[in-house]
């Protein structure tokens, strides 16, 4: 348990469905991340918040929403996503203003999109 | 950021002791060398990191290079749990981003 939870741990979608994954984290952390795990690629960096402000976004399509609306919940919202979306979807949070900000991940969820 | 550069893979015996090289040859004065890891199934979890000196937990230990090129994390005694990918990272806490740029790591087979 690393004080991060991730729902659902696992989603089949169709490319037309829209759907959510969720994220809390029960650290009293102020940044949350999400990531992406492709197969056989290293972690890839989607979206960043600080105090509930995305700060980051490193050229995420559209089709990817991220919401934060609070410092503890962090959702990503899917919609016509396309085959190569699937992935693991990993979120993490940290204590961004100390000088080591440790990133606490959560367990991920596996997305299939067929 | 610095880049690392790790093995891909690395073999162990079940109870004898582990060293993980990285190798970080342009790493910057405010560079900390983390290390994570990945069991299979699980997101990334932190095992330890270092500016200059060596350090240990209960985890691990981490031996850092007088030059800071390079650095080892060493597991004393494998077990099969130990069984993951291991990433080496610098992270420079006043660089004004929250990157953490993930490598493709190494991957530890723990042998019974």
């Known amino acids: 348990e690393t004080g991060v939870t991730q729902t659902p741990r696992h989603l089949v979608m169709g490319m037309t469905n829209k759907k959510s994954l969720k994220c809390e984290q029960h650290l009293g952390h102020n940044a949350m991340y999400w990531y992406k795990q492709s197969a056989k690629k290293p972690l890839e960096l989607m979206f960043v918040y600080s105090l509930e402000e995305r700060v980051e976004n490193n050229s995420v399509p559209s089709r990817f929403s991220p919401e934060c609306p609070n410092s503890s919940h962090l959702f990503l919202h899917l919609h016509t996503l396309q085959p190569e979306d699937s992935a693991l979807y990993l979120c993490?949070?940290?204590?961004?203003?100390?000088?080591?900000?440790?990133?606490?991940f959560g367990p991920g969820t596996r997305l299939t999109v067929l | 950021d610095a880049k690392t550069t790790q093995p891909n893979s690395m073999e162990s015996n079940e109870e004898e002791p582990v060293h993980l090289p990285c190798n970080h040859s342009t790493i910057s004065g405010t560079d900390y060398i983390h290390w994570y890891r990945q069991l299979p199934s699980q997101g990334p979890e932190y095992v330890i990191h270092g500016l200059t000196s060596n350090v240990n937990n209960r985890m691990a230990s981490l031996a850092i290079a007088e030059d800071r090129k390079s650095s080892t994390l060493i597991l004393h005694r494998a077990t099969l749990r130990d069984a993951a990918v291991y990433y080496c990272i610098l992270r420079d806490p006043y660089s004004g981003t929250y990157k953490y740029i993930f490598g493709t790591g190494t991957r530890l087979k723990v042998l019974a």
């Open positions: 993490a949070s940290s204590q961004a203003d100390s000088s080591v900000d440790t990133q606490y």
